[in-house]
T-cell receptor
Framework: ETGVTQTPRHLVMGMTNKKSLKCEQH?????MYWYKQSAKKPLELMFV???????ENNSVPSRFSPECPNSSHLFLHLHTLQPEDSALYLC??????????????FGPGTRLTVL | DAKTTQPNSMESNEEEPVHLPCNHS???????IHWYRQLPSQGPEYVIH???SNVNNRMASLAIAEDRKSSTLILHRATLRDAAVYYC?????????????FGKGTKLSVKP
């Protein structure tokens, strides 16, 4: 595997379910990100991790819980979501925390539907 | 955060050059100009970035105005695969200044 991978690619869950999204980067990067892309809205930054430490939480509701056990893996734990949380969830990584010339590499995303 | 302004949509013919404009009149001296694009049903992908000088890579060219208040992404020969939403983003240094703040971008359509 190369680049940034995300699993699952599609997920349908009920409002009472608990599920997790997984992201893995094979690029040797030390910063990882979660973004949300709702229909017809720009991408919104949710969380930023640098060297496995959360450095940014962009006012995201607590029903979204990120975890970064090492520099290659990032999870987004989901519980008691609402239908309006249905969106494309994108993971990205970069060498060094975002800024200046640092390029971010994005995964293909997980299409989440909350019923 | 410094912001950018892009046209909502543009059309191009296949194999013709495309010039995608971006205005960023409030850019600061340390902000880099990034371009990403998002093909249908995919995550965004990096296209090019620059600071002050024009830049070329295998995908595109970036022309930056002398006062840095605007820039233009140039696709030299558009292909059908270039149909995507193109985002012009400013990225500074340090903390949240470095985060990529995506706008609505320009939706490029390429006609055969």
């Amino acid at each position: 595997e190369t680049g940034v991978t995300q699993t699952p690619r599609h997920l349908v869950m009920g409002m009472t379910n608990k599920k997790s999204l997984k992201c893995e980067q094979h690029l040797g990067h030390n910063a990882m990100y979660w973004y949300k892309q709702s229909a017809k809205k720009p991408l919104e930054l949710m969380f930023v991790y640098s060297l496995e430490e959360r450095v940014e939480n962009n006012s995201v509701p607590s029903r979204f819980s990120p975890e970064c056990p090492n520099s290659s893996h990032l999870f987004l734990h989901l519980h008691t979501l609402q239908p309006e949380d249905s969106a494309l969830y994108l993971c990205a990584s970069s060498q060094g925390v975002a800024g200046g010339p640092n390029e971010q590499f994005f995964g293909p995303g997980t299409r989440l539907t909350v019923l | 955060d410094a912001k950018t302004t892009q046209p909502n949509s543009m059309e191009s013919n296949e194999e013709e050059p495309v010039h995608l404009p971006c205005n960023h009149s409030t850019i600061s001296g340390t902000d880099y100009i990034h371009w990403y694009r998002q093909l249908p049903s995919q995550g965004p992908e990096y296209v090019i970035h620059g600071l002050t000088s024009n830049v070329n890579n295998r995908m595109a060219s970036l022309a930056i105005a002398e006062d840095r208040k605007s820039s233009t992404l140039i696709l030299h020969r558009a292909t059908l695969r270039d149909a995507a939403v193109y985002y012009c983003i400013l990225s500074g240094y340090g903390g949240s200044q470095g985060n990529l703040i995506f706008g609505k971008g320009t939706k490029l359509s390429v006609k055969p």
